[in-house]
Antibody
Framework: QVHLVQSGTEVKKPGASVKVSCRTS????????INWVRQAPGQGLEWMGW????????KYAEKFQGRLTMTTDTSTSTAYMELRSLRSDDTAMYYC???????????WGQGTLVTVSS | DIQMTQSPSTLSASVRDRVTITCRAS??????LAWYQQKPGKAPKLLIY???TLESGVPSRFSGSGSGTEFTLTISSLQPDDFATYYC?????????FGQGTQLEIK
């Protein structure tokens, strides 16, 4: 069965960086892309970006351009999301999700809570 | 960027009711639309993709329709497990947008 398992809770100070991992299993990693979606407390879902796990081509939402980097490690079937210059409004649950390559997300990680606080 | 507008934001209904949630796109997205269900503290779950295709394992009381700019999610007979928040999501050239969500509450 398909599983996406994310790294644990993070607490960061404003201005710092965070790197969240998403370890996948149960399918051929390079066949599907990975999206990252976040959800601030009590708010809706916000798409952050996508990475092609085979080519490593990326597409980021405009609001994150310049401080977001998505990468993959095919040897461990793991995707990574790094967000820099953290602000308090980056406090959110961050999810990775498998992209079917048809535009919808069929398997999701359990989420990683990132808290940004001084 | 394509904007997605869901309505209503909150919906109160009873078990066995038929409910419909609407999602409108700011420009045509053909049928590149998905619906997700999210329960508190959990990751979203895919319900419907390509506007009307039911994901495997999702009960048949869920259905989706629409194309272009207007889409609907219908639950034909609400069950207790269906009270949750629902999101639509569009896909266009590897750029995605979610609607703001519809919270389905017990009346």
């Amino acid at each position: 069965q398909v599983h996406l398992v994310q790294s644990g809770t993070e607490v960061k100070k404003p201005g710092a960086s965070v790197k969240v991992s998403c370890r996948t299993s149960g399918y051929t990693f390079t066949t599907y892309g990975i999206n990252w979606v976040r959800q601030a407390p009590g708010q809706g879902l916000e798409w952050m970006g996508w990475i092609n796990s085979y080519s490593t081509k990326t597409k980021y939402a405009e609001k994150f351009q310049g401080r977001l980097t998505m990468t993959t490690d095919t040897s461990t079937s793991t995707a990574y999301m790094e967000l820099r210059s953290l602000r308090s409004d980056d406090t959110a649950m961050y999810y990775c999700a498998r992209d079917t390559n048809w535009g919808f997300l069929d398997y999701w990680g359990q989420g990683t809570l990132v808290t940004v606080s001084s | 960027d394509i904007q997605m507008t869901q309505s209503p934001s909150t919906l109160s209904a009873s078990v066995r009711d038929r409910v419909t949630i609407t999602c409108r796109a700011s420009q045509s997205i053909s049928n590149w639309l998905a619906w997700y269900q999210q329960k508190p503290g959990k990751a979203p779950k895919l319900l419907i993709y390509k506007a009307s295709t039911l994901e495997s394992g999702v009960p048949s009381r869920f259905s989706g329709s629409g194309s272009g700019t207007e889409f609907t999610l219908t639950i034909s007979s609400l069950q207790p497990d269906d009270f949750a928040t629902y999101y639509c999501q569009q896909y266009n050239s590897y750029s995605y947008t979610f609607g703001q969500g519809t919270q389905l509450e017990i009346k």
